[in-house]
Nanobody
Framework: QVQLVESGGGLVQAGDSLRLSCAAS????????MGWFRQAPGKEREFVAR????????HYADSVKGRFTISVDNARNTVYLQMNSLKPEDTAVYYC?????????????????WGQGTQVTVSS
């Protein structure tokens, strides 16, 4: 079983950038499909981005397309989410997610492994 720990959240201003990290332990990341979700105050948790092996196909929510980039460093067993041009509506707790099946679902109820989350707050 994999354990996921996120870091890199914080308080920034609109237009700024942040890079979130998700470090995996217990098993190598190469055995998992990985992604990011977020949950804003009073809202449901939602899909943000995922990276699918093999081929490293990337998939983004429309709300972050062109601003966020997901990547993986297999040597460091870490997944990243580079967030540029941040907006106040990006404010949320961001969660790393993993699945050992052939694909990471965008449906939160189907995701088996979660990190504890990291808070991102974007002020206007």
């Amino acid at each position: 079983q994999v354990q996921l720990v996120e870091s890199g959240g914080g308080l920034v201003q609109a237009g700024d950038s942040l890079r979130l990290s998700c470090a995996a332990s217990g098993r190598t990341l190469s055995a998992y499909q990985m992604g990011w979700f977020r949950q804003a105050p009073g809202k449901e948790r939602e899909f943000v981005a995922r990276i699918r092996r093999p081929g490293y196909t990337l998939h983004y929510a429309d709300s972050v397309k062109g601003r966020f980039t997901i990547s993986v460093d297999n040597a460091r067993n870490t997944v990243y989410l580079q967030m540029n041009s941040l907006k106040p509506e990006d404010t949320a707790v961001y969660y790393c997610a993993a699945d050992s099946s052939y694909s990471l679902s965008t449906d939160v109820t189907s995701v088996p492994y979660w990190g504890q989350g990291t808070q991102v707050t974007v002020s206007s």
